[in-house]
Nanobody, 124 residues
Framework: QAQLVESGGGLVQAGGSLRLSCAAS????????MGWFRQAPGKEREFVSA????????LYADSVKGRFTISRDNTKPAAFLQMNSLKPEDTAVYYC?????????????????WGQGTQVTVSS
């Protein structure tokens, strides 16, 4: 089993920035994909971004394109989500997810391992 631990959430004013981190431990893989999802109160979990260990073009939800940047550290494995120009509608619990192999997927069912989530709150 792989374990994922997120960090970096918090409270920020609109227009501010946060950087989320996700580190994998336990059973890890040489080829993997890591993604970020979020869930706001009363809403479904939604895709935010994903990146493959191979690199290539990351995947982003339209709502975060141009504001969020995903990156990776292949030595860990780990993934990071730099969130700029935050909006109140970005408020949610952000979850890190990982799967073995493949490419960046936007569907939550494609991921096998999930972190506990980290709260991001953007005040107006």
């Amino acid at each position: 089993q792989a374990q994922l631990v997120e960090s970096g959430g918090g409270l920020v004013q609109a227009g501010g920035s946060l950087r989320l981190s996700c580190a994998a431990s336990g059973r890890t893989f040489t080829s993997w994909v890591m993604g970020w999802f979020r869930q706001a109160p009363g809403k479904e979990r939604e895709f935010v971004s994903a990146i493959s260990w191979l690199g290539g073009s990351p995947l982003y939800a339209d709502s975060v394109k141009g504001r969020f940047t995903i990156s990776r550290d292949n030595t860990k494995p780990a993934a990071f989500l730099q969130m700029n120009s935050l909006k109140p509608e970005d408020t949610a619990v952000y979850y890190c997810a990982m799967r073995h192999g493949g490419t960046a997927y936007s569907s939550a069912v494609s991921y096998d391992y999930w972190g506990q989530g980290t709260q991001v709150t953007v005040s107006s």
